[in-house]
Nanobody, 121 residues
Framework: QVQLVESGGGLVQAGGSLRLSCVAS????????MGWYCQAPGKQRELVAA???????NYADSVKGRFTISRDNAKNTVYLQMNSLKPDDTAVYYC???????????????WGQGTQVTVSS
């Protein structure tokens, strides 16, 4: 079994910062890309940022220059540093990992339960 557990969400004023963390645990052989997605009410889930196991990153245009994704491979953990937050960043943020489980031949995508980020104006 594999679990992804997020933490670090909350309520912050516009211009503030938050740091999200996501730890993957369980019968994991290897982790490929990890990422963060967000879903606002009435909208589809969309990519915020992603990082490969080699450290290459990809960001949504709306967060470039404000958010930074990083990971600690030894801890199976991915982080999202969120600075200069705006009310439009309000959403549930989900952690995603493409990983290979023990006993499986190919990797699959796994999701965390989500953490709420609310930015007040």
């Amino acid at each position: 079994q594999v679990q992804l557990v997020e933490s670090g969400g909350g309520l912050v004023q516009a211009g503030g910062s938050l740091r999200l963390s996501c730890v993957a645990s369980g019968s994991i052989v290897s982790i490929n890309a990890m990422g963060w997605y967000c879903q606002a009410p009435g909208k589809q889930r969309e990519l915020v940022a992603a990082i490969t196991n080699g450290g290459s990153t990809n960001y949504a245009d709306s967060v470039k220059g404000r958010f930074t994704i990083s990971r600690d491979n030894a801890k199976n953990t991915v982080y999202l540093q969120m600075n200069s937050l705006k009310p439009d960043d309000t959403a549930v943020y989900y952690c995603n990992a493409n990983l290979l489980r023990l006993g499986f031949l190919i990797p699959y995508d796994y999701w965390g339960q989500g953490t709420q980020v609310t930015v007040s104006s």
